[in-house]
């Protein structure tokens, strides 16, 4: 029976967040530190003809100004892309722009002053001599033999070709199908926005010749590599990154930004500490964006349901530098996923990496396995439409069956556990699915433009093995580290490589850790974020934290318990068979004889003084690096219903209910959190954000008077529920549940809003549902109807 | 100029330059850095404090502006213990990654001061001013409603 696994424990994390003691980066202040900020480009495509930043120099209380010539002279390298698939074209990607800028935002200079004020003041005075070049922003467009060519070394702009499949096999089978629904369609670009700015604070310590960086980053040990191996070329050993609290990522702070290259080397540079911290406004023109797909697409089915074939073409907009992980996202994490819940039989997808006079685009919550599952649900829900078949009906009949895993898909995915009746079963449950119904038929009688959306959707969390991921094209492995050490007074620190970021792994992990050991949760702390302290881990993205970095500390626990019933046996001499640890409360005792037992205490103190078998080292410390056999694959069963405005195209999310499986789960609370999250920003999607460009490549959507972020009263409470089907994948059973909710809501929103347009005749209008583009498809669907 | 500031029952006088942000007064003169900066245009409400018994974005104010006034961040919102907010938001998982966190709680106990009943619409409303990208809004509506009650309209 466990105490706290299961258990919707309160956060440990929460005290000092919710009384303002948060350590986030920009609240570091160091001696004599001096404060950054960067030129940016206002065009989105220019050569640079020249800076003269003397009258900044000039300024009182400037301290520096580099330029992206400076830097590359001291032999400052390229931010390296990080996932490299066969036949793709690279071009360097230097922190600061040398002779030319790429997109609005591209850092063109750096000062350092001693206040902030003062560096911004000193912007205003550096003279660029820019001449424009003509821009192109869509990613498509950008493989037109005529296009603007963002990079020399990239041929029509198109970065990689990403196949998997046959296709003229799937459109032999497309071709005998009954049925084939077609759909042209765009997955709009998003702009992450983790409510913290990234920040950076660099400190050169020229006594020690050793660099410490501060950041705020989802994986320090990632960082410290790529400024190792890639741009700044100090040591590791001699280079320590530090991620404090961090203040949100989704994704957005895997990456390597030329800011902790810019920041670092100038505080070498000037022999002082320097800090960075974004403007919000900044962060729209820096941040890597998500999304940004152009696809075609079209599924086979029979005239009884039965899925037959799916062939997909996309082109995803990279931007105008390959970020760090971008040229996976469309690639391994996206057309591996395209089988969904489903039996599909011929599964062909293909995807172009295209550059663009855009901000980068990379992983953002989900990263490929939403879009995935937007294409397929919005599909699936328009052949029920030409079928005339209920939507879970459809879905139900396709469903891959619980006897039938492990599942090979025709994607390369071994599907690990799953039960999707179940899932929408209890998915009808929960929304009340059959009253939903009645109530959206009455209003149609009414006159109103009320409407349903389903999905049922898949995601691959917790990647895995490395090997398969590193033949894939990824320069770096997913295994996870995760060390307990026993203090000698019986206090435990647990050293992970993930890193939080709003998830609670100071909680869940010691939830886990006090199961497994018997101790209890205030006894444990858990140290994370800091590559002095921790041994290099991965970090935390892609759902991964809990089923590889919880189970690699789940077994340093269980290596604890072995060696503690050794010296317990030792000390009782008693056979170390004959010894039970008993989980409840740490202590070891000689099966049978409860009286003959030491306690956790006794044995940590044994291991410090040496009173342990001879051919034992002394100490309790364990590590382990597990490497997971398989992913994860959480599903999802979500249904919402939503009221279209006639007059404005306004929509009302009036109901939204999610049920999920994620295996088993540590702590009900943060998953529900996880969920509630991910759901309303997967509404955001589907209704409100949207990253827009204009044909010359500014970003018309650059603060959040422009950007709609979904706001407390664009939401309903949703209703959530859960089935627990264990995965095989991991012995913690643990599925991700950080993306789900927002792979799922984006579907399920858009089919409800085509639902609700359905008796007008709609039958796919662009996400995101804005009230103007309701407003037009209603009134285009009214002219074509007269 | 010389300004002479409240915060949180201590009083400061200190020379700003006029341009200065209060939060960056804070912040950066002060050291009190609780009240986080989330955006650069009021939009975010990350930085919200109480001035003079008022809930203010502080980026929106000047230093200059708050000569003389009486203002609580979220440093001073409970002296050593908890507000019934600062509990509810813990009991009810209303922070994740905890950045938006102080701005939402100062905006919160402005709402419902003088409404222990205040409603769910009630709340979203007055919650429009602060995003949060974690949490999805629903456990901060709980929060609220929890702190509401036990405030009795204080």
């Known amino acids: ?786 | 100029m010389q300004i002479t500031i409240t915060v949180n029952g201590t009083t400061h006088t200190r020379d700003v330059e006029p341009r200065t942000l209060l939060v960056d007064f804070l912040r950066d003169h002060l050291g009190l850095t609780g009240t986080n900066i989330g955006c650069d245009t009021s939009q975010c409400g990350a930085c919200t404090i109480h001035m003079d018994s008022q809930s203010v974005k502080s980026c929106t104010v000047l230093a200059v502006q708050a000569d003389g006034a009486d203002l609580t961040t979220i440093e001073g919102l409970a002296n050593g213990s908890l507000h019934p907010m600062q509990q509810a938001f813990w009991d009810n998982h209303g922070l994740q990654c905890g950045y938006c966190t102080p701005g939402m709680i100062m905006s919160a106990t402005k709402l419902v001061e003088g409404n222990p009943g205040i409603s769910e619409a009630e709340i979203r409303h007055g919650l429009e001013g602060n995003i949060c990208r974690c949490t999805g809004y629903q456990n901060i509506v709980k929060a609220v409603q929890q702190a509401a009650g036990e405030m009795g309209g204080d």
């Open chain 1, 1 to 786: 029976m466990s105490k706290y696994m299961g258990k919707a424990v309160k956060r440990v994390e929460d005290p000092r967040f919710i009384q303002g003691r948060g350590k986030y980066v920009a609240n570091l202040k160091l001696a004599n530190m001096g404060h950054a900020a960067i030129k940016r480009s206002p065009f989105a495509h220019a050569k640079i003809n020249g800076v003269d930043a003397s009258a900044a120099k000039a300024l009182d209380g400037v301290i520096a100004v580099y330029t992206g010539q400076d830097l590359q002279a001291a032999g400052v390298g390229s931010l390296p892309c990080g996932f490299n698939p066969p036949g793709i074209v690279t071009a360097p990607h230097m922190p600061l722009a040398v002779d030319k800028v790429r997109h609005v935002g591209d850092g063109v200079a750096v000062v350092i002053a001693n206040d902030i004020y003062t560096a911004y003041d000193a912007l205003d005075l550096i003279e660029v001599d820019y001449e424009p070049l003509p821009a192109v922003v869509d990613a498509k467009k950008a493989t037109a033999a005529d296009a603007p060519q963002v990079h020399d070394e990239i041929p029509n702009n198109t970065s990689f070709h990403w196949p998997l499949g046959e296709s003229d096999t799937v459109m032999g089978a497309m071709n005998e199908s009954d049925h084939v629904v077609e759909l042209d369609f765009i997955n709009q670009r998003l702009i992450p926005n983790a409510m913290e700015p990234r920040a950076c604070v660099a400190e050169w310590n020229a006594f020690t010749e050793e660099m410490t960086v501060w950041t705020s980053s989802q994986n320090p040990h990632l960082i410290r590599l790529l400024m190792s191996m890639a741009t700044l070329g100090i040591p590791e050993n001699r280079l320590r990154v530090i991620s404090p609290d961090v203040g949100g990522g989704f994704g957005s702070k895997i990456f390597h930004y030329p800011e902790e290259v810019i920041v670092p080397w100038c505080s070498k540079q000037l022999g002082q500490p320097v800090k960075w911290v974004s403007t919000r406004s900044e962060a729209f023109v820096t941040d890597a964006h998500g999304r940004d797909h152009v696809t075609t697409a079209k599924l086979g089915v029979n005239n009884d349901g039965t899925f037959t074939a799916l062939h997909v073409q996309t082109w995803a907009n990279m931007g105008a530098y390959l970020s760090t992980f971008a040229p996976m996202i469309p690639t391994a994490l996206y057309i591996t996923l395209f089988s969904g819940l489903y039996k599909i039989p011929h599964i062909f997808g293909e995807s172009w990496g295209t550059m663009t006079n855009t901000v980068p685009v990379d992983a953002y919550r989900g990263a490929g396995r939403p879009e995935a599952s937007y294409l397929l649900e919005r599909l699936i829900d328009i052949a029920a439409r030409d079928l005339n078949m209920d939507p879970i009906e459809l879905r139900r009949k396709n469903f891959i069956q619980p006897d039938e895993f492990p599942y090979q898909t025709p994607v390369a995915m071994v599907y690990d556990s799953g039960d999707y009746d179940q899932l929408f079963d209890k998915a009808m449950e929960v929304s009340g699915y059959n009253e939903m119904i009645e109530e959206r038929d009455r209003a149609r009688q009414e006159g109103r433009l009320v409407g349903i959306g389903v999905s049922g959707c898949i995601e691959a969390s917790g990647a895995g093995p490395s090997k398969v991921v590193t033949s894939l094209g990824a320069g770096v492995g997913l295994w996870e580290h995760g060390l307990v050490r026993v203090h000698p007074t019986g206090k435990i620190s647990v050293l992970t490589g993930t890193h939080a970021h709003g998830q609670g792994h100071e909680t869940t992990f010691a939830q886990l850790v006090a199961d497994e050991l018997g101790v209890p949760m205030d006894d444990i702390e858990i140290v994370h974020g800091d590559t002095s302290k921790t041994p290099f881990g991965l970090g935390t993205y892609a759902s991964r934290s809990a089923a590889v970095g919880g189970t690699a500390i789940m077994k340093s626990c269980e290596k604890i318990r072995e060696k503690m019933k050794a010296i317990a046996a030792y000390q009782l001499e008693a056979a170390v068979e004959d010894m039970v640890y008993d989980q409840e409360n740490g202590t070891i005792h000689v099966q049978g004889s409860p009286d003959r037992s030491k306690t956790f205490v006794d044995i940590s103190v044994a291991a410090l003084m040496g009173h342990i078998p001879d051919d034992m080292e002394p100490s309790l410390e364990e590590a382990t690096f597990f490497d997971p056999p398989n992913f994860t694959f959480p599903n999802s069963a979500h249904i919402a219903m939503v009221e279209v405005d006639k007059e404005s195209g306004e929509i009302s999310l009036l109901k939204y209910a999610a049920v999920d499986d994620v295996g088993n789960v540590i702590n009900p609370m943060i998953v529900e959190g996880q969920l509630q999250g991910g759901i309303v920003q997967g509404v955001g999607q589907a209704l409100l954000e949207h990253g827009i460009y204009d044909e010359d490549g500014q970003l018309l959507t650059g603060t959040f008077l422009d950007y709609a972020m979904p706001r407390a009263d664009d939401v309903p409470m949703s209703a959530l529920g859960r089935i627990e089907i264990p995965s095989p994948s991991n012995p913690l059973g643990v599925k991700g549940a950080g993306e789900m909710g927002t792979i799922a809501g984006t579907p399920t929103v858009a089919n409800a809003v085509m639902d609700a347009l359905h008796p007008l005749g709609v039958r796919h209008v662009d996400i995101p549902h804005t009230a103007a583009a309701i407003h037009g498809a209603i009134q285009s669907a009214s002219v074509s109807a007269d």
